[in-house]
């Protein structure tokens, strides 16, 4: 990555660390309502140079949901008044009692619960330019009148700007690891938009659709952009449909060349039944473990089947599905036959990064749906989808999704002491029914704190808006 779109200092990791008082020569004890000194400029892209994450223990939460059953009582792994250890950006160590070894953060999590950060299986974050926009549209009204006019325009810096903003805003909202999906786009909107994502700090998976006219492009883009950002992976775009299946079936076959997923928008509308997708999948041979489908609305009974016999995964979408009239995913029926689903916000359509209001939806729907309560999912499924699920769909749960010691330590911290939040019932049901976004008081992605004290550590952010602002009002000036 040569340039930057963005005219910023170039701060390093390091400073903005050390901005943030979790550099070596700070006071041992940083409590969690202390609020750090933050430096202006945003951060600069986490490259292989960057130092490990700080050594931190959370102390005394009063409920940490590891995801882990081995760890914890019951699916979640639930632990009453425990510590969570990161150190060199992994967890460490879960348990209580802990004791922090030399040089340690201890930050005091007591009344507070701790949980690892939500996985976005799919979204476009360059739509939030068009937020809130084309309000009456089904997907393919929103696709002519909203998103297909703003894409045309975009300039490497205006969509540096928009994926900076909705990147933070998920941030913010406790998402620790994303999957975009992105349109076919030039070299150096591609570098612009993997270089917003970066400087975020947060996990990322690229899905590149590859151009037709450069089909090189891909794996240059992968191993000049992606390769060299250590919280960066790599996927196949696609859109299977029997009238492109030789593309479908050449994007398949640079997945593989590459040792990537191919992701793949699947069934969103009814009318996407004549595309027989499911079908050109399996004809191109992709059905497997290696194939994520978004959406996955409009199955028959036999394509869920042949979805769970291969092991494929998918990524369901409620508030995207809702907003654009696609309809309602079987999302119980994919949970009987075990398919590995996790939940996604889907970009502009949803409006918001808010995963407590997609795991939220994602239960209300079912139920709604079948007129019963006790359908799949319940709080303790979404819970998991959101997190661990969502990890096992993308196969990265080696690395995230749960706070199983040796993962990397991409964790969030909860304070229910709100008046969204409070009283204590049932924490579980309200971090589904209650929890907002702005609940989540500290995001550690590989063990780096990018909120703490309920802000984004080393962002301007009224600068980040002000920036997507100006490039939005060009934008469409310039239709
Ligand atoms: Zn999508």
């Known amino acids: 990555m040569q340039s930057s779109p963005t005219p910023s200092p170039a701060h390093s990791r390091r400073s903005v660390l050390t901005g943030l008082g979790l550099a070596a020569a700070t006071p041992l ?132 700007s928009f994926v900076r903003l909705a990147a933070l805003d998920a941030v913010q909202s406790g998402v620790t690891s994303l999957v975009d999906w992105v349109d076919i786009f030039s070299y150096d909107l591609i570098e612009s938009y993997v270089r917003a994502l970066a400087a975020t700090g947060v996990r990322f998976t690229y899905a590149m659709f590859p151009s037709e006219s450069d089909p090189t492009l891909v794996a240059k883009v992968k191993k000049e952009l992606l390769d060299p950002v250590p919280l960066a992976d790599f996927q196949v775009a696609t859109h299977a449909a029997r009238a492109v299946q030789h593309l479908n079936h050449a994007h398949w076959e640079a997945a593989q060349d590459l040792g990537v997923m191919l992701n793949s928008h699947v069934l969103e509308r009814p009318e996407q039944r004549a595309d027989d997708p499911i079908g050109v999948l399996t004809d191109i041979g992709a059905l497997g473990p290696r194939l994520l489908i978004n959406h996955a609305i409009h199955l028959t009974d036999d394509e869920i089947a042949a979805v769970a016999a291969h092991d494929v995964r998918a990524a369901h979408c409620p508030l995207s599905n809702m907003r654009l009239a696609s309809g309602i995913m079987r999302l119980t029926e994919f949970g009987r036959r075990g398919v590995k689903v996790g939940l996604g916000l889907d970009g502009g359509t949803n409006d918001s990064s808010d995963f407590h209001a997609l795991m939220k939806t994602a239960i209300g729907l079912q139920r709604a749906r079948a007129t019963q309560a006790q359908v799949f999912p319940q709080v303790h499924d979404v819970l998991r989808m959101a997190t661990l699920g969502g990890a096992e769909a993308l196969g990265i749960a080696d690395r995230t999704g749960s706070l199983t010691p040796g993962k990397r330590a991409d964790v969030v911290v909860v304070d229910p002491a709100a008046l969204n939040f409070a009283p204590r019932f049932d924490w579980v049901g309200q971090t589904v029914f209650n929890a907002r976004p702005e609940n989540v008081e500290a995001v550690f992605v590989d063990g780096r704190p990018l909120k703490f004290d309920g802000r984004l550590v080393g962002v301007d952010t009224q600068r980040v808006v002000r920036e997507a602002e100006t490039a939005a009002t060009r934008l469409r000036a310039a239709g």
Do not use: N
């Open 29 to 160: 004890a940083l409590g969690i309502t202390t609020r750090p000194e933050r430096p202006s400029a945003p951060a600069a892209p986490a490259g292989p140079d960057v130092p490990a994450g700080p050594t931190v223990l959370l102390r005394g939460a009063s409920l940490v949901l590891t995801m882990d059953p081995t760890l914890g009582s019951g699916t979640l792994g639930a632990l009453e008044s425990a510590d969570v250890l990161m150190r060199g950006g992994t967890i460490a160590a879960v348990g209580t009692g802990l004791r922090p070894p030399p040089g340690a953060r201890v930050v005091d999590v007591s009344g507070k619960l701790v949980m690892p950060g939500f996985v976005d299986t799919h979204t476009h974050l360059w739509q939030a330019v068009i937020r809130g926009g084309c309000t009456d549209g089904d997907l393919f009204g929103w696709f002519t009148r909203c998103t297909d006019p703003q894409r045309g325009r975009l300039t490497p810096q205006a969509l540096h």
